[in-house]
């Protein structure tokens, strides 16, 4: 780390603060669970969500189309993997398995 960095002398962790479960064509969109997801971690109702928009921090329809969406063939996709992306203070990972985690950082000093 350098000496400019902030957390310079701290090991950064995360800690999950909330997760919420999409599932694609039963519920609403895949927009709608990550919005409520940052909303319970945040402790504010989803329409207070609004700063930035979520569309300025991720592309949620590729994600949604990559994870969830048909494959060349007209089947659902069987791809596994997760989408992390930072948004304000928060980390958010979007899982293949529908699972959207919700973390906040925590900063321990090292010893």
């Known amino acids: 780390m350098s ?16 997760q919420r479960h999409y599932e694609p064509g039963v519920r609403s969109e ?11 971690a945040k402790g504010v109702s989803p329409s ?3 700063s930035p928009p979520l569309y300025e921090c991720v592309d949620v329809p590729a994600i949604e ?8 063939g007209g089947k659902d ?13 928060y980390l958010v990972k979007v899982r293949s398995d529908g699972w959207v985690q919700v973390y906040e950082q925590t900063t321990a000093g090292l010893s």
Do not use: C, M, N
């Open 65 to 72: 189309q990559t994870f969830f969406g048909p494959d060349v």
């Open 3 to 18: 000496d400019d960095d902030p957390t310079s002398g701290a090991e950064t962790h995360w800690s999950q603060v909330a």
């Open 77 to 89: 996709r069987q791809g596994i993997g997760k989408v992390e992306f930072q948004y304000t203070d």
């Open 30 to 40: 895949l927009t709608t669970t990550i919005i409520y997801a940052i909303a319970e």
């Open 48 to 50: 207070d969500v609004e």
